[in-house]
């Protein structure tokens, strides 16, 4: 019983959460620039309203065009599984090896979206398209190197231990790699703009641009399950979870995610995003950041 | 020394900076900060220092802080030098560059004999990190003041190494060394602007041919 119970708690913490995220974002954007903003449940509303609506499919698409968005929430909401929410409430699944199957997840999910996006055979879809996986070489580049810091630092391939310990010297550079690492990977500002609607310039935006309905309201909800799934894993991967009580680590992890959150529509509102070919220069930084916290833990290791 | 392993570290992570800036004001702060940075080491070295130590210290500080960025910077209006940097090697393959050179000096650095009391700091590291991002910035930046930067760096490496030798070498020295280099600097400031009114650039590709 108490399985189940705590099975439904994590679930509805990853599929009831993560909309909020978005909109706290935008709060944040809305306040630091004067405005009043949406409301902070303007995805939950986007997301009611899409899922009534009916889809709209180009005569080219095949199947595929409805499959892909499915199977990328289902991949995204795999990998959420698989991530541990502090030391009390553990992951739902965890075994030795978790996190690569979370990376696969992920990437599986990328892969799922640009292939949904192909399908339109919109030549701009296949651009956006093409941006974000030339950007996420670098990206998952990173956040392997990231990862791999944790399992060097606690000599474990297993998240639930990995997230455990704080990693000492190097957390403020894997803080800083992964939080660059989340920006990208979630098509925040210094990357992409999540507001723009020019097809020229749009990388996330524009590869989605032609869904409709029930799919679009997957990928709106499986992106937002993605921003939490980065947020919460640099909120652990920074803190010493393993060393606080069971009820301090809900609360620090729920506060560190909405740091996180903040810190993004920060990020959003005082930056402007890079020139394309100015981009692969921060990624580089970010891969560079991941390393040497590698490094470090080698250096520490040793 | 684990705080000065931090400073040391930080200085590192300086020069990865300045490899991939793009303007050249973001450049001079970087090497601004590196110099303050490596300011404050001699202070955390000496355990029992005199006014001396703390007058080479905050001289260093002011220098390479402050004066020599001044007058890099007021160069930089005099002479109405646009602020982008021209790299000849890519920001990209630049940081690459640096980063492998500082994994590299961490290697190299490890097999190196050293004394006990050095085997654990990041002195020589840090020092061959800075020198060969020196030399990135010297071969691979078309402009003179980014050129000048790559040269400032190159000397923080070496100033570096000579902190290794702070318990037998008196810091006049470096206090001499210190006179030169903003001698040298305000000397650049004042060349520079003399280039920039006789050939209308500072591009150092046009400087190699001699002429009556």
Redesign the interface.
Known sequence: MMIVLSFVARLAWWLLLAPLLPGIINKVKAWVAGRRGPPVLQLYYDLARLWRKQVVMSTLASPAFIVGPAVAWAAVLGATLLVPLGPAAGATLSFRGDVVLMLYLLALARFATTWAAMETGSAFEGMGAAREVTYAVLAEAAMIAAMLTLAVQTGSVSLATMLAPSVG?SAVLLAAGLFTVLLVENCRVPFDDPATHLELTMIHEVMVLDHSGPPFAAILHGASMKLLLFAVLVTQSVLPMGTYSRTMASIVLLVGVLIVTVGVGIVESFMARFAFR?V??LL??SV?LC??AL?VAW?GAA | MRDLNLLIGLAMGLNLVALGSSRLPSIIRATALQGVLLGIMPLLLEHDFGWQVVAVAVATAIGKGVVIPGLLQRAMRAAHIEREVEPFIGFVPSLLLGAFGTIAALAVARSLPLLPEHAKSLLVPGALASMLTGFVLLIGRVKAISQVCGYLIFENGIYLFGLLLIGSTPLLVEAGVLLDLTVGIFVIGIIVDRIQRAFDSLDTRKLTVLRE
């Open positions: 010297t100015r692969p220069l580089t930084t560079l390393v040497f490094l250096q």
